[in-house]
């Protein structure tokens, strides 16, 4: 779901193997995050599970397992360093029941593409949480988010100045996994619904953006699930690194 390409090594299935089933890394990186006297701001996580699993048999990609866990699992425990955490996804919240979670949906309609979901958690986090100025946003199908991601995009945001911050890896932004000040959010729905914007990157780039890298190996921590030959991928990783 990065709206920019991430890396997905290579690989199908093996013959035989059944479409991936359902159930209810520590990366490295390449520098610590905030020190003994850097507290990290009051955040919201957001995990934007719109994400539908088309070429993977249908469903909600975040509900599928990787390693024996929901690829969703995984996120909510890199998030867990969040002060709260919310879904965004569309349709019926029961699907989420199970992970006890607020479950917000678009409020704009006939709008495809993540600033729709970004819009709406700063909009909850503005009304629910005024005291939480910041969102971290993750899609519902990395399954190897690094450990240290909201420390990190805190860091760099606060060291560069910048109001953004997001991840990237390989040379690439991943610019869904990303540090928002709620502050923007009337600039957000601005763009979104005047000017009809799509681009995430773009309209990060208009407020200034500071982008953590991690390193792409032993695996790239940003690897999403869209296609078979991903999910195969993240079987194997799972296996290899089980720690991840």
Same mark, same amino acid.
């Given at each position: 779901?990065?709206?920019?390409?991430?890396?997905?090594?290579?690989? &199908?299935?093996?013959?035989? #193997?059944?479409?991936?089933?359902?159930?209810?890394?520590?990366?490295?990186?390449?520098?610590?995050?905030?020190?003994?006297?850097?507290?990290?701001?009051?955040?919201?996580?957001? =995990?934007?599970?719109?994400?539908?699993?088309?070429?993977?048999?249908?469903? !909600?990609?975040?509900?599928?397992? /990787?390693?024996? #866990? $929901?690829?969703?699992?995984?996120?909510?425990? #890199?998030?867990?360093?969040?002060?709260? /955490?919310?879904?965004?996804?569309?349709? @019926?919240?029961?699907? +989420? %029941?199970?992970?006890?979670?607020?479950?917000?949906? *678009?409020?704009?309609?006939? +709008?495809?593409?993540?600033?729709?979901?970004?819009?709406?958690?700063? !909009?909850?986090?503005?009304?629910? #949480?005024? *005291?939480?100025?910041?969102?971290?946003?993750? $899609?519902? @199908?990395?399954?190897?988010?690094?450990?240290?991601?909201?420390?990190?995009?805190?860091?760099?945001?606060? *060291?560069?100045? &910048?109001?953004?911050?997001?991840?990237?890896?390989?040379? &690439? &932004?991943? $610019?869904?996994?990303?540090?928002?000040? =709620?502050?923007?959010?009337? @600039?957000?729905?601005?763009?979104?619904?005047?000017?009809?914007?799509?681009?995430?990157?773009?309209?990060?780039?208009?407020?200034?953006?500071? =982008?953590?890298?991690?390193? *792409?190996?032993? +695996? @790239?921590? +940003?690897?999403?699930?869209?296609?078979?030959?991903?999910?195969?991928?993240?079987?194997?990783? %799972?296996?290899?690194?089980?720690?991840?």
């Amino acid at each position: 779901m990065p709206t920019q390409p991430t890396s997905s090594p290579p690989g &199908r299935s093996p013959p035989g #193997r059944s479409p991936p089933g359902r159930s209810p890394p520590v990366s490295p990186s390449p520098a610590p995050g905030p020190g003994p006297g850097s507290a990290i701001p009051p955040t919201l996580g957001l =995990v934007l599970a719109g994400g539908r699993a088309m070429r993977l048999g249908g469903g !909600d990609k975040g509900l599928l397992a /990787v390693g024996g #866990r $929901p690829i969703l699992a995984r996120v909510l425990a #890199r998030l867990a360093a969040c002060d709260a /955490v919310i879904l965004n996804a569309n349709g @019926d919240p029961a699907r +989420f %029941a199970g992970y006890g979670l607020p479950v917000v949906a *678009d409020d704009i309609q006939n +709008f495809a593409g993540p600033l729709a979901g970004v819009l709406a958690g700063l !909009d909850w986090a503005a009304t629910q #949480r005024p *005291d939480l100025a910041h969102v971290l946003s993750a $899609p519902a @199908d990395c399954p190897f988010l690094p450990a240290d991601l909201l420390a990190r995009l805190h860091a760099v945001a606060r *060291d560069t100045g &910048r109001p953004l911050a997001c991840a990237g890896s390989g040379g &690439r &932004r991943h $610019p869904v996994v990303a540090l928002w000040p =709620v502050a923007l959010r009337h @600039d957000l729905r601005r763009a979104v619904i005047d000017e009809g914007l799509h681009k995430v990157g773009a309209w990060m780039d208009r407020h200034g953006v500071a =982008v953590a890298d991690w390193p *792409d190996l032993p +695996f @790239d921590p +940003f690897l999403n699930v869209n296609m078979p030959e991903d999910f195969s991928a993240a079987e194997r990783l %799972a296996a290899a690194h089980p720690e991840a």
